[in-house]
């Protein structure tokens, strides 16, 4: 789950794990405080051990008559313990903070079969 704070944007965020994308979720308008809920479940292995995954958070301001504007990003690095409501700070290009995303990792083991 992703909440986002900043200024008066109309935002979408691109998920990326290990900087592949797996999830943009649709702009949000009139919402200073939009929620997005994007679930994504990535196969661990000795080889993709939990903690070698980088999970990015690249927040846009959509622009219907320009191209849009990149605000910043988000990073977490997921270990076992869940994350919960956890606020995780967006940085510019530029290293100032843009706001926050609140995110809920869960690290579920499965049994092969």
Known sequence: ????TDEDYV???????????VAETEAVE???NPAYDVV????LTEENPL??????MAVWDWDRFSGDDYLGTARIVPGPEPMI???VPIFSERGSKRG???????FTPMPFI
Not at 51 to 56: A, D, H, L, Q, S
Request: charge should be negative.
């Open 51 to 56: 903690t070698g995954n980088v999970i990015e």
């Open 1 to 4: 789950i992703f909440t986002i």
């Open 100 to 106: 926050f995303v609140v995110v809920t990792t869960v």
């Open 85 to 87: 409501r956890q606020p």
């Open 30 to 32: 009139e919402s200073r």
């Open 11 to 21: 935002m979408y965020v691109i998920v990326t794990i290990n900087g592949k994308e």
């Open 40 to 43: 994504h479940e990535v196969l």
